[in-house]
């Protein structure tokens, strides 16, 4: 869900929120193709080192960790020993996306949003939704306004840093005088060398 603070968490050990991922608005993209109509909302683990860290007023996504989702549905909990550092004249912070095509803000208190075509809030299983009437928000969140027309057509997906692995591990040889082959059979990957093949795990299977 989004999430706004009025106070910095310079670190999650220790909070109720331990174990949490947290992820900071970096900008959009298209996939560059005239017939796709989503505008992706990238987004990017904070590290929690140096400057990185959740900012008083600055609004984030975050998924609590396994076992704390109750949360999320208004469990009381109670920080110790944060800082409030002023943040200046209104409810919350903004952070604007390098095209100018929509700002990510925040929002402290509960507040009143008359329905609108401009604004996106998140709901459940991480989708965009525009409130279709006047509707009155809990704090400590935040929602995404469209600094551009609305398109009909037009779909917004949010995009989450991929965690995987993006490359495939190398298997150790004996020697490098034959050139190594990597292939995938039946969904699985295969490293050939010679007349021997390997498993992903450099287990030789033939």
Same mark, same amino acid.
């Given at each position: 869900?989004?999430?706004?603070?009025? !106070?910095?968490?310079?670190?999650?050990?220790?909070?109720?929120?331990?174990?949490?991922?947290?992820?900071?608005?970096?900008?959009?993209?298209?996939?560059?193709?005239?017939?796709?109509?989503?505008?992706?909302?990238?987004?990017?683990?904070?590290? !929690?080192?140096?400057?990185?860290?959740?900012?008083?007023?600055?609004?984030? &996504?975050?998924?609590?960790?396994?076992?704390?989702?109750?949360?999320?549905?208004?469990?009381?909990?109670?920080?110790?020993?944060?800082? !409030?550092?002023?943040?200046?004249?209104?409810?919350?912070?903004?952070?604007?996306?390098?095209?100018? &095509?929509?700002?990510?803000?925040?929002?402290?208190?509960?507040?009143?949003?008359?329905?609108?075509?401009?604004?996106?809030?998140?709901?459940?299983?991480?989708?965009?939704?525009? &409130?279709?009437?006047?509707?009155?928000?809990?704090?400590?969140?935040?929602?995404?306004?469209?600094?551009?027309?609305?398109?009909?057509?037009?779909?917004?997906?949010?995009?989450?840093?991929?965690?995987?692995?993006?490359?495939?591990?190398?298997?150790?040889?004996?020697?490098?005088?034959?050139?190594?082959?990597?292939? &995938?059979?039946?969904?699985?990957?295969?490293?050939?060398?010679?007349?021997?093949?390997?498993?992903?795990?450099?287990?030789?299977?033939?």
């Amino acid at each position: 869900s989004t999430i706004c603070l009025p !106070f910095e968490l310079k670190s999650l050990v220790g909070t109720p929120y331990e174990g949490a991922s947290v992820k900071k608005f970096v900008g959009t993209h298209t996939s560059g193709d005239p017939n796709d109509k989503r505008v992706f909302l990238d987004f990017e683990e904070l590290s !929690f080192v140096g400057d990185d860290y959740m900012h008083a007023g600055v609004p984030y &996504l975050i998924q609590l960790a396994a076992g704390k989702e109750n949360i999320a549905k208004g469990t009381e909990v109670i920080f110790h020993d944060v800082d !409030f550092p002023y943040m200046g004249v209104g409810n919350g912070k903004e952070v604007t996306d390098g095209n100018n &095509l929509l700002t990510f803000k925040g929002f402290i208190n509960p507040t009143e949003f008359s329905a609108s075509k401009t604004r996106l809030f998140m709901t459940a299983d991480n989708r965009l939704i525009m &409130l279709n009437k006047q509707t009155t928000l809990n704090g400590l969140r935040g929602y995404f306004e469209l600094n551009v027309p609305v398109s009909a057509d037009m779909e917004y997906v949010v995009n989450f840093p991929d965690k995987a692995p993006t490359d495939v591990p190398v298997v150790p040889m004996m020697t490098d005088t034959l050139k190594v082959t990597k292939y &995938l059979w039946n969904g699985n990957i295969y490293i050939q060398k010679g007349g021997l093949v390997y498993d992903i795990s450099g287990t030789r299977i033939k």
